[in-house]
């Protein structure tokens, strides 16, 4: 990968808030 | 429960192999026949929804 450590950092952070996001608004229905 | 554009936008998205994700221009190009306003509408949606997201800035994006 070209990207640099704090560029994948972000990357699994946003994921990670997108997968929170996913679940909550499963929850919802 | 996509509508058909929604289900285009993510499809590429989720196809793309690139660590940084797909750029909004390759989106662009590869749905020609979508406006700019489109694609955005399906990227916004998508986000809320927790299916995609944006990478190392706001115009690439990766499939969660």
């Known amino acids: 990968s070209n990207l640099t450590p704090e560029q994948q950092k972000k990357i699994e952070e946003n994921r ?3 997968l929170a996001r996913r679940a909550e608004r499963l929850a919802q229905g | 429960g996509f509508t ?3 289900s285009q936008v993510f499809n590429l998205i989720k196809s793309c192999p690139l660590a940084e994700g797909i750029a909004m221009q390759s989106l662009m190009t590869s749905l ?3 406006t700019t ?3 955005r509408t399906c990227l916004k949606f998508l986000i809320n929804e927790g299916h995609i997201f ?3 800035d706001d115009d690439h994006f990766k499939s969660t």
């Open chain 2, 4 to 6: 058909a554009n929604q």
């Open chain 1, 16 to 18: 990670q808030r997108a």
């Open chain 2, 37 to 39: 306003y489109d694609i």
């Open chain 2, 32 to 34: 020609k026949y979508l």
């Open chain 2, 54 to 56: 944006s990478t190392v």
